[in-house]
């Protein structure tokens, strides 16, 4: 029997290809030494400068916010996540609830 000619397999072409991503921490490398101001805002009524500049250690201000209830957490005014007041030790930090939308 004749050998039949064997074509080679036509691979199509699969277009430009992605390029390679880097890992996480590659991509937030350069974001990581950029200053930004993080507030929690509470509202406390009927809260004066006075009152402010009278404020000293262990004072204690009134607010509207129930314990309960999470605090927005913003960077640079944007709302990025909710959080809850903690006590570590003799500080008081925020523990992340839910990232905002």
């Known amino acids: 029997m004749p050998e039949?000619?064997?074509k080679p397999a036509v691979v199509p072409?699969?277009?430009p290809q992605p390029k390679p991503q880097?890992?996480?921490d590659e991509r937030w490398e350069k974001a990581w030494g950029l200053p930004c101001n993080v507030s929690i805002e509470i509202p406390a009524l009927e809260f004066t400068?006075?009152?402010l500049l009278r404020l000293e250690p262990k004072s204690i201000v009134r607010t509207q916010w129930t314990t309960s209830a999470n605090l927005p957490l913003k960077v640079n005014g944007e709302l990025i996540a909710w959080?809850?007041?903690e006590v570590l030790g003799n500080r008081?930090?925020?523990?992340?609830t839910e990232l905002a939308l």
């Open 49 to 51: 400068v006075e009152k």
């Open 22 to 24: 880097p890992k996480d």
């Open 4 to 6: 039949a000619a064997t």
């Open 92 to 96: 008081l930090a925020v523990r992340l």
């Open 13 to 15: 072409d699969p277009g």
């Open 83 to 85: 959080c809850e007041f």
